[in-house]
């Protein structure tokens, strides 16, 4: 396979159009860290450079193996991480505060055994905190070297905007990268997040590209589903009713061609619905593994 | 490894015009299936005091036509 590679939301960073999603190394997924290496280096084998992981992904052991992964190759990876959700025990653990994210910031580098992050996102927003103060602490981590850019994770359209005037207004830098979820069975983002993206010249990664594992192939046509298995959250979409686990024959034909579509091949959704539809910005990396 | 494998592989498929125009009619552009995060949602969706005014300030009360 021939990689391509695109800006990285008008940062500069040269990222390759795929990039490896962390999220299920460690005990909630795959808890053999040599694995989890091995998984890495095969990626970084096919031209892949852009590592995104989180510090909550399993309570900062994915962080962990990453920076184990990356030791000697460091210098020629782009890893992306997250803060917001809450890491331990503490009230001041969490959120988007300059209070947690400046101590957020050294517990995911210490992790990830490196001195400066290249991404640093904000997984989710936070209305506790003035964005102004959010966007004030990641200006100052830029400026002291520790992060290169800096993005949001799953922030509705009025956020990412109201954010992006904040930074102007007050001559703070800006998000340059969104991160929202996003599959043939998400779209909801088309919307509005991806427009104003376009707009703003903000960089897209994309986070559950298969739909929890639904488009992954596991689900096939005729078999048992196994919905309470995997992810736990993959036993929701049971609840929609178009993708109830009901026998095929009772199934109604929109189903049945999702489920052809799921199983039809290897990675329908590696590039998710996107490039079709909403052309993507030649800064915008699209694409998730896995 | 194998989900890695797969994904990669998958990469270099192309999709016509026609098959993308089926996958829209199947879930239309800009359109969800199912909620995909949870995590969050503007507080006044789930608490129903963020969203009214306080009795005693709302239109009527105050004597407003509309």
Known sequence: MTMNYRTLGGTGIQVSVHCLGTMMFGAVGNPDHDDCARIIHAALDQGINFVDTADMHSGGESEEIVGKALKGRRDDIVVATKVHFQMGEGRNRSGNSRRWILQGVEESLSRLQTDWIDLYQIHRPDHSTDIEETLCALTGLVHAGKIRAFGCSTFPAEEIVGAYHVAERRGLLRFRTEQPPYSLLAGGIESSVLPVCQRLGMGVLTWSPRAWGFLSGRYRKGEDAGLSAGRPRCARIGSIPRFRRTPPSSRPPGSSRSWRRASA???????S?????????PRSSLGRVP | MKQLEDLVNGASLTLDDKILDRIDEI??????LYNPDDVWSPPALADAALRCRALAERAAALGETH
């Open chain 2, 27 to 32: 879930v239309p552009p800009g359109t969800n």
């Open chain 1, 273 to 281: 619905r996107s490039p079709w539809r909403i052309r993507p910005s």
């Open chain 1, 265 to 271: 091949a290897p990675c329908p959704s590696l590039r």
